[in-house]
């Protein structure tokens, strides 16, 4: 059963548009929320994090939203550059002794046409 | 670089066979979190070690096993492997469990399992 669903499956984006890839949750006990980059060949790199109890965090270009009542949270990525085509993971873990044990989305391929 | 390293880069096996692989994780970090990524999917949690003792499993078979060192490596081991087992195995290492704060948890670059 997976826990976190990630849409869509693919993207594709012109350079400088609005990249923006969904996520949704079902366990409400999830508090801690982080968007993974990953090239080939390479693992996962945490980009930006959220705690339920924020609505929006921004860093750079990079901003995620975060709709608890929705059990929703999205990741944006503005002014896209060909250097950010990669895929990108969202994930979610649960508080405590079960933290780091993430749940991960299947992933959105970005691809940042010149 | 997030200082996580992981050995062999590559590794091809046969049905059947055992294979371990391992981790090395940043200076200091007391938990180290396994994941499997098959080819196109996100990578699936599979254990956790914290100060050398198993801290949750995933929906993994008892063949997959690990230990931990007090020097900040670990091991995976996996017993008859199955065709089903060939994906990339990601290391994640990270300071603090069981109440802290959670910190960043950082991967390394995985190991390429392929069984044939």
């Known amino acids: 059963q997976q826990q976190v669903k990630q849409s869509p499956q693919s993207l594709i984006v012109q350079k400088g548009g ?3 890839i969904n996520c949704a949750y079902e366990n409400t006990a999830f508090d801690y929320f982080p968007w993974y980059q990953q090239f080939p ?5 945490l980009l930006i994090a959220i705690r339920p109890d924020v609505s929006e965090k921004k860093e750079g270009r990079f901003t995620i ?15 896209s550059q060909p250097g950010d085509s990669a895929t990108y993971f969202c994930a979610a873990t649960l508080p405590g002794d079960s933290w780091g044990k993430f749940q991960f989305g299947a992933g959105t391929q970005v691809v940042v046409t010149p | 670089e997030t200082g996580v390293t992981q050995s062999p880069t590559h590794l091809i096996k046969t049905r059947g066979q055992q294979v371990t692989l391992r981790c090395s994780s940043q200076s200091g970090h007391n938990t180290v979190s396994w994941y499997q990524q098959a080819l196109g999917q996100g990578p699936q949690f599979i254990f956790q070690y914290y100060r050398e003792e198993e801290n949750g499993r995933g929906n993994f078979p008892p063949r997959f096993s690990g230990l931990q060192f007090p020097n900040y490596s670990s091991e995976l081991n996996v017993n008859a492997l199955e065709l089903d087992d060939s994906a990339l195995y990601l290391c994640a290492s990270s300071l603090g469990t069981s109440g802290r704060a959670p910190d960043t948890q950082y991967f390394g670059p995985g190991t390429r399992l392929t069984v044939l």
């Open chain 1, 18 to 20: 609005i990249s923006i």
């Open chain 1, 41 to 45: 060949g390479k693992g996962p790199a």
């Open chain 1, 65 to 79: 939203s975060f709709n608890k009542s929705a059990k929703q949270f999205s990741l944006h990525i503005m002014d």
